[in-house]
Each structure stands twice: as C-alpha cells, then as structure tokens.
C-alpha cells in the first residue's frame, strides 16, 4: 500500500513537471530552465515592476493585471528567489522576534500570533532569544538585525521595554513594534496590553471572596509588566481597605520552579495567606506544587489566582482562576502594523486595537474557612 502510494506520488509529481516543462517550451522558454521574473512579464505583457507587486502582494495593482500575472506564475511554476528578492529590496521577507521570556507557554503563544498575521503574505518569521542581563546583549541583538536584514520586527516584553533596542532598531533602518503593559513609544510601534487592568480585577475578586489575608508573588525586577502587576494588585486591594503587608510579598522569576519557592515560603509564615495571587500562570501553577506538598488544600485553605490564562490552567485541577492575556492575537496585532508597511499602509492610521485583560474565574478560588 505504501509503495503504492509512493508510485502514485510520484507519478503526479512527473505529470506537473512535464506541465511546467510543455508550458515553457509554449512560451518560448528553454525546457529545463527555470523561468525568471523578466520571463513572466513578457509572457504577461507588463512590466518587472508590476509583476514584482503581484508577487509582493501590493494593493496597487489592478485585479485583471493580477489576476493575468498570476496565471503565467501558475503556468510556469514560477516561484521567486527568498535571496534574490532580499536583495532587490535590500532587506529579507523576514520578521524577527526578539525575546528575553522565562516563560515557555508565552513564547509559543506569541509566536503563533505572529505566524497566524504572516501566514499567506511571502513573510517569515525567524525567532531569536536573548539575555538581557549579558554584557554582550546589544552587540548580540543588533547583529540579528542586520545579518537577517529583517523587514521588521516584533519586541515582546521584556525586551519591549529596552529603550536601547528601540533607538539601536532606529539606526539600522529596522521597523518594530513593541509589545508591553504601557505606551512606551508612538502608536504605530506599540501594542499596549493594560497589565494594571487585569491585576486590579484579580485583587478585587479576591476580596469579593471574603479574603483578608493575601500574598502576591511577583515577577522579576527586570520586567515592566512586574511592576503594573504589582501596582495595580496593590491600588485595587487599597481601595477596598484591605493592605497587602510586606511580609506577604515575595519576588519570583516568573517560572514554575519560583513559583514553588515562593509560595512555600508564604505560607510557611506564622499566620499565612488565604489568598496569593502570582504574576503569571506558570508561578501559579508553582503554588500548586508548594500546597500540595504541605498538605493545603486548594482552594479551600488556599485560593489561588494566576495571570495570562495559559493553556494548562484549564487543564489542571482544580482549575486555575487566572487573569486572561490575548497572547496570541498580541502578536498577531504586532506583525499585522508590520505588514502594513509591505502594503503602502501608514501603520499611524490604522485603528488601534486595545488590549484589555479580563479575570477568568475557574476552581481555584473560594470564599476562606470560617
């Protein structure tokens, strides 16, 4: 059955190629040679330049003079040079995301976003991870940039947050657009995610539970969204008259094993939480771990409240009540304002999409013991 198969394949992949080759030879064209972008607009009767829109996907061509180009593409089998066309616009058909992310589910996330805005438009995306905190950070990044010859690329947090890629993108011609908790630039080269928004929910679900005695894991120093997160928690937790003290404040890494530190440490404290809310699902999911090892049951000695709304919060147990961030449409938003720019678009006019975090109340959480 498999060979079969495999003859069949192969059999169709023959019959295109004689196709291809039969339609060259009708054209004028030496079978065997692969057809060049100067053979597809004589064939078409246009110029270079409109058949380098077609291929390009520019809203500035007429539908018949598309459509008649595309044909001729069709028929030959043409399928145009990634390097050729790279240096004929003296830049690659890449978008590049540039990352210093601990947490595996965003990083996926986001990249699918990007993947969902590229699909389609002769754009690829090239991921590059970094360290922030190395000396040889922005050597490191700036050689990305440049080697690839990126058509743009898409900042999440926390590198976002990095004035010093922004401006060092600037001078190498490079557009961007960042992705952050708040309006760090022009409009054009922001995605705004309103972390303080989804915080603020968080503490007042909390609240609304009938808890008093709250801990809250934070994310690392480094990182913007740490400190909305944080404030926004706090702002909302003071407007109800309940305060989050000091000793139930505890820095994370935004990571599982973090989150287990963490949270052990809370609640090993002589009176301990009710409640914590950690800044990510992935330090929440540590406080799970910590819980279970010690014998606290969740969620009624212990609630628990994440933020991003990654895939496995809803597939553990008891599920997590979380904070959902849009990840996935946030990159997709970034490369689309890229994009726009590949099709004479002035990504400053566009409409800008908001990003506003919303609770996702699941069985993490419940009213406290009496």
């Known amino acids: 059955m498999q060979e079969a198969g495999d003859a069949r394949g192969t059999e169709l992949q023959l019959s295109r190629i004689e196709d291809e080759e039969a339609a060259a030879a009708d054209n004028g064209l030496t079978p065997g040679r692969a057809p060049t972008i100067n053979d597809i607009a004589r064939i078409a009767g246009v110029s270079k330049k409109t058949v380098s829109r077609v291929i ?8 018949d003079t598309r459509e008649k180009v595309e044909a001729v593409i069709a028929d030959l089998g043409f399928s145009p040079d990634p390097q050729a066309r790279g240096l004929a616009f003296r830049r690659s058909f890449l978008i590049g995301m540039i990352y210093d992310n601990p947490s595996p589910n965003y990083v996926v996330n986001m990249q699918q976003g990007i993947l969902d805005a590229v699909r389609g438009s002769g754009m690829e995306l090239v991921v590059h991870p970094c360290d922030r905190t190395t000396d040889d950070f922005m050597t490191n990044v700036r050689g990305f940039a440049v080697r690839q010859k990126l058509f743009g690329a898409v900042l999440p947090p926390s590198v976002s947050e990095d ?85 139930m404040v505890v820095r994370g890494a935004y990571t599982f094993d973090s989150g287990v530190a963490a949270a052990r440490e809370l609640l090993s404290r002589k009176v301990r939480p009710t409640a914590i809310f950690a800044g990510n699902d992935e330090m929440a999911i540590g406080v799970y771990q910590a819980a279970r090892d010690m014998g606290i049951d969740v969620p009624f000695d212990l609630s628990i409240v994440g933020f991003d709304d990654a895939p496995m919060s809803s597939r553990i147990w008891p599920t997590l009540t979380t904070v959902k961030l849009p990840i996935r449409d946030m ?22 999409p908001e990003v506003i975090p919303t609770l996702i109340a699941r069985d993490s959480s419940a009213p406290p013991r009496r």
């Open 331 to 352: 990159g997709r938003m970034a490369a689309e304002k890229l994009l726009a720019r590949s099709r004479g678009l002035d990504p400053a006019k566009l409409e800008q």
């Open 56 to 63: 390009n996907q520019s809203p500035f061509v007429k539908a």
């Open 163 to 247: 004035e010093r890629v922004a401006s060092m993108l600037n001078e190498v011609g490079c557009p961007y657009v960042r992705i952050a908790s708040v309006s760090l630039d022009a409009p054009e080269h922001m995605v705004v995610t309103n972390d303080h928004v989804g915080a603020a929910e968080a503490a007042r679900h909390l609240v609304e539970l009938g808890h008093r005695r709250i801990g809250m894991i934070t994310g690392p120093d480094l990182f913007r969204s740490t400190h909305e997160r944080g404030d926004g928690f706090r702002r909302a937790l003071s407007e109800a008259g309940v305060t989050l003290g000091e000793d």
